[in-house]
């Protein structure tokens, strides 16, 4: 059985005129680093609430089908059962962080899990020097900025070493040298062995680390493949999605045209092709 598996699921939150999610048939693979985009409202955020258990044990609503995680059902278990296994970075930080520093917010959810206190420890100082989190060492999460939030959020989550790492946007509140750091950090994770769940925008930055793109739409997934195959659909223009300018520029040369060995995803790529296409 897959890590996760979403078996004809629908949600609708309780008083919503529409479902949030509609029958989604979903399977991700021990390993694989999967990027999840599509417009405002489509259903991204409950389709990672999904995955640990806060879609239906938190969120109330009318569920239909099965989620599987780790061969769990999530109807069956509890949120906090899932820690260990799924770790879920909220898009707005502030609702995660629950202690009065971050060194305590690092720690707060291995000691909930029983982890020996060294280990503790070594964890949390681990991740302070990941994340470039010293100079907030004893700061109260809401004397940050949003930005030095989403750091914290994300180490309070990999401090748990979760088997899953599903992030909801986590670069929604940074600037774009911190955004780059953050998902570098995400990348480093998912070649260790980590399976990576991502919602981005910024597809120009994360598309050519994915293993795979999920494209959603009114609650639906419209389009699952390799981020080449899917950033080159039509759909993703018709639904507004920033495709990487490289990719656009391929689309332009095919229509005139011009075929290059494979689609890029990076202006690197680009130029390379173009030179093995031209012999320039």
């Given at each position: 059985?897959?890590?996760?598996?979403?078996?004809?699921?629908?949600?609708?939150?309780?008083?919503?005129?529409?479902?949030?999610?509609?029958?989604?048939?979903?399977?991700?693979?021990?390993?694989?680093?999967?990027?999840?985009?599509?417009?405002?409202?489509?259903?991204?955020?409950?389709?990672?609430?999904?995955?640990?258990?806060?879609?239906p044990h938190f969120h109330r609503g009318y569920i239909g089908g099965h989620v599987y995680v780790d061969e769990k059902d999530t109807r069956d278990?509890?949120?906090?059962?899932?820690?260990?296994?799924?770790?879920?970075?909220?898009?707005?930080?502030?609702?995660?962080?629950?202690?009065?520093?971050?060194?305590?917010?690092?720690?707060?959810?291995?000691?909930?899990?029983?982890?020996?206190?060294?280990?503790?420890?070594?964890?949390?100082?681990?991740?302070?020097?990941?994340?470039?989190?010293?100079?907030?060492?004893?700061?109260?999460?809401?004397?940050?900025?949003?930005?030095?939030?989403?750091?914290?959020?994300?180490?309070?989550?990999?401090?748990?070493?979760?088997?899953?790492?599903?992030?909801?946007?986590?670069?929604?509140?940074?600037?774009?040298?911190?955004?780059?750091?953050?998902?570098?950090?995400?990348?480093?994770?998912?070649?260790?062995?980590?399976?990576?769940?991502?919602?981005?925008?910024?597809?120009?930055?994360?598309?050519?680390?994915?293993?795979?793109?999920?494209?959603?739409?009114?609650?639906?997934?419209?389009?699952?493949?390799?981020?080449?195959?899917?950033?080159?659909?039509?759909?993703?223009?018709?639904?507004?999605?920033?495709?990487?300018?490289?990719?656009?520029?391929?689309?332009?040369?095919?229509?005139?045209?011009?075929?290059?060995?494979?689609?890029?995803?990076s202006g690197g790529e680009l130029a390379e092709l173009i030179q093995e296409a031209t012999g320039t």
């Open positions: 059985m897959a890590l996760v598996e979403f078996s004809d699921f629908s949600y609708k939150y309780l008083g919503a005129d529409s479902l949030a999610l509609k029958r989604i048939n979903l399977k991700i693979e021990e390993g694989e680093y999967i990027l999840v985009t599509g417009p405002s409202g489509c259903g991204k955020t409950t389709l990672c609430r999904a995955i640990n258990g806060l879609v278990y509890e949120v906090a059962q899932f820690a260990p296994i799924a770790g879920l970075v909220f898009q707005n930080p502030e609702n995660q962080l629950v202690t009065l520093n971050v060194e305590k917010e690092i720690a707060f959810g291995p000691e909930n899990l029983g982890v020996e206190p060294a280990e503790i420890r070594r964890r949390v100082e681990e991740l302070i020097d990941l994340l470039k989190l010293e100079e907030l060492r004893n700061k109260h999460p809401h004397e940050m900025s949003g930005g030095e939030q989403q750091r914290v959020a994300m180490a309070s989550i990999l401090s748990m070493k979760p088997r899953i790492l599903v992030a909801d946007e986590p670069t929604s509140n940074l600037d774009p040298k911190s955004a780059e750091m953050i998902l570098k950090i995400i990348t480093e994770l998912n070649k260790q062995g980590m399976t990576v769940i991502l919602v981005e925008h910024r597809l120009d930055l994360v598309a050519k680390d994915a293993s795979r793109l999920i494209l959603m739409n009114k609650a639906e997934v419209v389009a699952d493949g390799s981020p080449r195959e899917v950033l080159s659909m039509d759909i993703c223009q018709q639904l507004g999605i920033g495709i990487p300018k490289a990719t656009q520029i391929y689309k332009r040369l095919y229509a005139k045209k011009l075929k290059l060995n494979k689609i890029p995803l």
